[in-house]
């Protein structure tokens, strides 16, 4: 079982993993901790970009390979004609 909480802004019950109300967004976390909140999404959405980067860059190697593989056997095609 999840363990539970009660939002200070509307009262309804969360669950303690939650930092924001899901119902009417208080913040569970106090002032000065939301500064390494933000450090924190920051540093979250630079390892996403990164990670869809490499996606990307894998997906172009990809594609480079089936063109190449393309053309040859279109070459090959042509030849045995």
Not at 13 to 29: E, K, L, Q
Not at 54 to 66: A, V
Request: proline share 1%.
């Amino acid at each position: 079982m999840k363990s539970v909480t009660v939002c200070r802004g509307c009262g309804r019950t969360i669950d303690n993993d939650f930092i924001y109300c899901p119902w009417c967004g208080y913040s569970r976390v106090a002032a000065d901790d939301n500064a390494s909140l933000e450090t924190v999404f920051n540093q979250l959405e630079h390892l996403q970009a990164d990670s869809r980067n490499q996606q990307i860059s894998e997906m172009e190697k990809q594609l480079d390979e089936l063109e190449h593989e393309l053309d040859t056997l279109v070459l090959s095609s042509e030849m045995h004609k």
